[in-house]
């Protein structure tokens, strides 16, 4: 029964921290590691750019993740993502080759249904979008670590004026690489968030996205994009880590994908997972007390 607990608190709780909702603190968005400094307004615009310019747009895709939750305690779980842009994601969960849980969502709604614990949680995803200002197509950019307008899709040249940058610099960096903080512009009532990108000396390499700082509601999370590659639809982040605060306690999850077996713009298809008439639903609190026993 503890396995079964512990199993789905790592999985409701990495896709509600996806979702913005997951986790309360008090603590405001800060500029950890980088100060603001005066910079040439063009070295600041070319940050933009390069940034956006790798982009391209894509349709669907289909690649081997793995979750993992490496405070208070470890345990990871390995699985399969599957992506239509705009309309649906799952993440199909397996341990040991049994499928152990699904986490779906689309336009209407977030769903996670767990075989192993017999239990599932539901919430519309615009009670989610109200609270933290993203929306579907937001959460699947940030899954890839790429750049994007809060509620307003992908991030492009076009996009620009939704945007406030900042310069930035690392205390401790003698490298020369140019950092800036972008900052979305009409974000919902009691949501803040900025993301912070870097510029390499050698300019021909494309720009590559950090961070991402969201305080929504008291809710306090920071999203930490590594080990970029390249792939068909430009750079992306292939370690995704998500740190949060419950009270005292920390937590530090990831999301790992392999972009070296990912199949693009196949037209694969995404259902809903059926919930079984046995399992019994999760609230919040539930979700809430769950993480405090980890």
Not at 186 to 203: E, H, K, M, R, S
Not at 264 to 278: D, Q, V, Y
Request: glycine letters at 6%; proline letters at 4%; hydrophobic letters at 40%.
């Amino acid at each position: 029964m503890k396995l079964r607990s512990t199993y789905t608190t790592l999985i409701t709780a990495v896709a509600l921290m996806l979702a913005m909702s997951a986790c309360h603190s008090n603590k405001q968005p800060g500029t950890t590691g980088y100060e603001n400094v005066t910079s040439d307004e063009r070295s600041v615009e070319s940050v933009y750019t390069s940034l956006t310019g790798a982009y391209q747009p894509w349709s669907d895709v289909q690649m081997p993740v793995k979750m993992s939750l490496t405070e208070p305690r470890r345990i990871s779980v390995s699985g399969t993502l599957n992506m239509q842009y705009g309309k649906a994601m799952s993440i199909s969960l397996k341990a040991l080759f049994f499928e152990i849980a699904t986490i779906y969502a689309d336009n209407d709604s977030l769903v996670i249904v767990s075989k192993m614990a017999d239990a599932y949680f539901s919430e519309s995803l615009e009670s989610l979008r109200r609270y933290s200002g993203l929306d579907l197509r937001d959460m699947q950019s940030l899954l890839l670590g790429q750049l994007f307008v809060p509620g307003g899709a992908r991030a492009t040249s076009h996009e620009r004026k939704k945007f406030d940058l900042t310069a930035l610099t690392a205390g401790d960096n003698n490298s020369q690489e140019i950092a800036i903080k972008l900052v979305p512009r009409n974000l919902p009532a009691g949501v803040n968030a900025y993301f912070t990108a870097i510029q390499a000396p050698a300019v021909q390499e494309p720009a590559l996205l950090r961070s991402l700082d969201l305080n929504a509601n008291t809710s306090n999370l920071k999203f930490g994009f590594h080990d970029t590659e390249s792939t068909p639809v430009g750079p992306a982040a292939s370690e995704l880590e998500i740190n949060a605060g419950l009270k005292e306690r920390k937590f530090k999850a990831g999301v790992t994908l392999n972009y070296g077996r990912a199949t693009w713009g196949r037209g694969s298809k995404i259902e809903k997972p059926a919930i079984p008439h046995s399992a019994r639903r999760l609230t919040f609190a539930q979700i809430y007390k769950l993480m405090q026993s980890l």
